[in-house]
């Protein structure tokens, strides 16, 4: 079966210092993956998808950015978090097929960035 | 680009009583998909039901039932007898397949269950 992990749970940085959040697949081969944001009391915002190594496409232009070195392992990155940067960010998977399928999220991670 | 409209912020019911979340969405395309997620207090979100645009037939799960209205471009979510356990953040999703395949996700309705 499929699973996906994503950690750390919870993180608390500094203004201006660094961010890597981290999301593994396994069980499944090719997914499409997501991260999303989800500010205090307001819905998912699309941030980054992948449909495949090295392919990266940006939705919200940001100081975040999102690589995809292996094919089941997607990370979000920055070099210096802002205030506006807090929030609960969601790593999803989805089969690689052409129509669209749900969605399957990783547990969260809560930013907090002080 | 694809939209998803949650008007309702939040809903308070009491056990018991039913309770329908509205969902209205925006697509150009023809071919589209459209969602409903449940996010509890835990925060992972959990998938409920995928519908797509050529199914207009509503269907009934349980206490849960949705109803699909293209001609009113919207997918509401209806839970019949709420339960406290239904208390939850429930996002409305559209994706369409033919442009990058990625989901838009409604702002989410907050809907509490009182005992």
């Known amino acids: 079966s499929q699973t996906i992990h994503q950690w750390p749970a919870t993180l608390v940085q500094p203004v201006g210092s660094p961010l890597s959040l981290e999301c593994t697949v396994e069980?499944?081969?090719?997914?499409?993956l997501y991260w999303y944001r989800q500010a205090a009391g307001r819905g998912l915002q699309l941030l980054f998808y992948?449909?495949?190594?090295?392919?990266i496409s940006s939705e919200v232009p940001q100081n975040l950015s999102a690589s995809r070195p292996q094919d089941r392992q997607f990370i979000l990155s920055s070099k210096k978090l802002l205030l506006s940067d807090s929030g609960f960010y969601l790593c999803?998977?989805?089969?690689?097929?052409?129509?669209?399928?749900?969605?399957?999220f990783g547990s969260g991670t809560q930013l907090s960035v002080l | 680009a694809q939209k998803v409209t949650q008007a309702q912020t939040e809903i308070s019911v009491v056990e018991k009583e039913d309770v329908t979340l509205d969902c209205v969405y925006e697509?150009?395309?023809?071919?589209?998909?459209l969602f409903w997620y449940k996010q509890p207090p835990s925060g992972e979100l959990v998938f409920l039901i995928r519908?797509?645009?050529?199914?207009?037939q509503n269907e009934i799960s349980g206490r849960y039932s949705w109803n699909f209205q293209k001609s009113t471009s919207s997918f509401n979510f209806t839970i019949t007898a709420s339960q406290v356990v239904d208390s939850a953040v429930y996002f409305c999703?559209?994706?369409?397949?033919?442009?990058?395949?990625?989901?838009?996700f409604g702002a989410g309705t907050r809907l509490t269950v009182k005992p």
């Open positions: 999803a998977w989805s089969p690689e097929t052409f129509n669209s399928e749900k969605l399957f």
């Open positions: 069980g499944t081969s090719n997914p499409n």
């Open positions: 992948s449909v495949g190594i090295g392919q």
């Open positions: 697509t150009r395309d023809t071919t589209y998909y």
């Open positions: 519908r797509n645009s050529f199914d207009e």
């Open positions: 999703a559209l994706s369409e397949p033919y442009n990058n395949n990625d989901m838009r």
